[in-house]
């Protein structure tokens, strides 16, 4: 039989009835309810995104894919790529996030490659094409696609380090009330859409690793008593290395959650270092005030006998006592970068 691969972007209504008839029309029986549910509408949080892939009745693959539509909005957002295949046939339907202002999809770097790639796919169908091979190249355009991400990521958290880095430390104040809360901001914005990267990538490897293990699989028997399946065996040695991606996807994935903790770390010791500077400039705020008003005090109290009371310049070496204890404490905590 021939293969034909159907593909609808953001269809409306009436496209998702009809291509669940022509679904049930190719089986010859009605596919699940959760298969009408999610071909009439998107009902997974497009914040929380969780790929899925699973055999239906032993007649279809049905399943989600999904890649973010942006890295650095704070917004953990999705797009999901919806697919029910057969050994002969495939139908697949792409849902991107709207804007949250109104029903268009938001048009990011990311989903716009997306679409492009899909499309090219399509192109490259032709006559010996096979579901499993078409599968394949979803799969690789989806780990593609978030290898960028967390390249493009991990560039992202490399400049707060840099910018971290680059702070003078010997005016942490001004740094704290504009710097340093933009880059914890932005810095906070990629922590969630990263936080949210773990699952799409963790169950995308499980799903991958059932396909190479032939624990996921459709087959059919044929009238001559020969066995098809979705998933050949040069398929699945393909699909091996996709997984293999995935995989190390997953370490990387887990070294930027701990590059971002380091970052965060940061912050919280240029906060506490400005507030042992802030201390310590108190401190000798507090001492350089301390001993010309104990030398006040001392002289200012009404004894008889003072020796300093009958010096002819007693009142000139007060003053040049005060003047050079400050400083002396002044020049001292200078030094020691108090002040």
Not at 108 to 119: E, K, P, S, V
Not at 157 to 174: A, C, H, N, P, V
Not at 233 to 252: A, C, G, M
């Amino acid at each position: 039989m021939t293969f034909t691969w159907t593909h609808l972007d953001e269809p409306d209504a009436p496209a998702c009835e009809a291509l669940i008839i022509a679904i049930e029309q190719d089986l010859g029986a009605p596919v699940h309810e959760i298969v009408h549910k999610h071909l009439r509408k998107r009902r997974t949080d497009p914040s929380h995104a969780f790929p899925r892939f699973e055999v239906h009745f032993d007649q279809y693959l049905f399943g989600h894919l999904h890649i973010p539509t942006e890295i650095e909005d704070g917004v953990p957002e999705f797009a999901e790529l919806t697919i029910i295949a057969t050994v002969d046939a495939c139908w697949t339907v792409l849902r991107v996030p709207t804007n949250g202002k109104s029903i268009i999809p938001i048009e990011t770097d990311i989903a716009h490659d997306l679409r492009g790639l899909i499309r090219r796919a399509q192109g490259l169908v032709g006559p010996d094409t096979t579901t499993g091979e078409l599968l394949r190249r979803l799969f690789s355009i989806v780990v593609n696609e978030l290898e960028q991400v967390i390249t493009n990521t991990g560039r992202v958290i490399d400049k707060f380090s840099e910018e971290l880095s680059g702070i003078d430390t010997r005016d942490l104040s001004r740094a704290l009330s504009d710097q340093i809360p933009k880059i914890r901001q932005r810095a906070q914005d990629v922590r969630r859409e990263v936080a949210s990267l773990g699952t799409v990538i963790d169950e995308l490897a499980v799903i991958l690793e059932a396909i190479v293990n032939d624990d996921l699989d459709l087959h059919r028997t044929n009238s001559d008593g020969t066995l098809d399946e979705i998933f050949s065996n040069s398929t699945e040695i393909y699909l091996r290395d996709t997984y293999f991606r995935s995989r190390r996807l997953s370490v990387v994935h887990d070294e930027h959650l701990e590059k971002l903790q380091f970052v965060f770390e940061s912050i919280k010791q240029l906060t506490d270092a400005d507030e042992v500077i802030s201390g310590r400039f108190i401190g000798a705020i507090a001492s350089i005030m301390l001993l010309p008003t104990f030398i006040v005090g001392l002289y200012g109290m009404n004894f008889t006998h003072m020796p300093e009371l009958d010096w002819p310049l007693g009142y000139s070496f007060a003053g040049f006592l005060i003047v050079a204890v400050t400083v002396f404490q002044v020049w001292y905590f200078r030094r020691k970068r108090w002040l």
